[in-house]
């Protein structure tokens, strides 16, 4: 049986990933829409309905137009937007976030991928949290250094030919100074906060990878712990993971020189957690591939859980 599936904006980062990824499988079918036809809204119903799985990568607002033609029941959805990220109706597409989350994704027709910078954060801090370790209200602070990759063509190209996207490029820039970047609501819910996390990213001179980290204060913590403890926490969490894997605790995990390298998972559908720091002090970290685990591997993560496949096919 060849399983149809249908990728809505397939010139985008995500959709060109998912297709590269898909084109591979002999279990797939993909649609395909002609190129003057991408924004024809009766030819997009058509092939969504005609679809197993219908793969949404596009701005919000396309994304909502999208998931409203759906009329086929057996049609499954899952959106790379941030449109559908908070809704009780769709399902948060994280099989890593508790022990129940596969078999969710497993009988829903409507999953919503998470965000490259949520993925490290709500993989850093849920097991915390439901762990009683961390407060809903505490006061997390997370900063994510990732490549110019998930900005889009648009960014992409600036950066390749090292002009158009403002000055300083050569460095780490922060950006969302305003402190309302759109990952922020799914962070705060499905990190089981109740206050959202004072969250900077920053974008470097590079172009896929990422490191999502998370400092702590120790004697700030609900319950008395040091890094051994946090660490066993993340070992209880995601020991049997496939995808999320949790690093030695101490020098077996300090990078060459002290730098620590966000592209090393680049390629891969991998996550790598770290526990960092000293007797007073911890420093958290996620590694991932923001175009990976943090966008288009997640997609077919989450579509093979919820056809029944094997999760790692194709990955």
Known sequence: MKYRVFVDGNAGTTGLQIGERLADREDVEVLAIKSELRKDIDERRRLI??????????????????????????????????AHRTLPDWTYGLPELSPLQRIKITESKRIAVPGCHATGFVLLVR???????????????????????GGGHKLIDAYKAGS?????????????????????????????LLR????????????????????????????????????????????????VKVMPLGDASMPEGGYFDPTVCNG??????FVF???????????????????????????????????????
Do not use: W
């Not at 607002?61 to 790379?80: C, F, G, M, Q």
């Not at 370790?133 to 490549?147: A, K, Q, R």
């Not at 007797?279 to 029944?308: F, H, P, V, W, Y």
């Open 164 to 192: 158009g996207a403002g000055t300083g490029m050569e460095a780490a820039r922060h950006y969302a100074l305003g402190l309302q970047h759109k990952h922020l609501p799914e962070m705060r819910l499905h990190g089981g």
């Open 268 to 273: 891969t559908n991998r996550a790598e957690l």
């Open 277 to 315: 720091g000293n007797t007073e002090q911890a420093l958290l970290i996620c590694r991932l591939d923001n175009l990976g685990k943090g966008a288009s591997g997640a997609a077919l993560q989450c579509m093979n859980i919820a056809l029944g496949l094997d999760e790692g096919l194709g990955l």
């Open 49 to 82: 309905n005609e679809a197993d799985v219908a793969f949404l990568c596009l701005p919000d607002d396309a994304a909502r137009e999208s998931a409203s033609l759906v009329s086929n029941p057996k049609t499954i959805v899952i959106d790379a937007s941030t």
């Open 196 to 243: 959202p996390p004072l969250f900077t990213p920053i974008i470097g001179n590079f172009e896929r990878g990422m490191a999502v980290a998370v400092p702590l204060h120790l004697d700030t913590l609900a319950k008395k712990t040091d890094l051994a403890g946090l660490e066993q926490v993340y070992t209880e969490r995601y020991g049997q993971s496939r995808f």
């Open 127 to 149: 097991p915390l949290v439901d762990a009683g370790l961390l407060g809903s209200e505490y006061p997390l602070t997370c900063h994510s250094v990732t490549g110019y990759s």
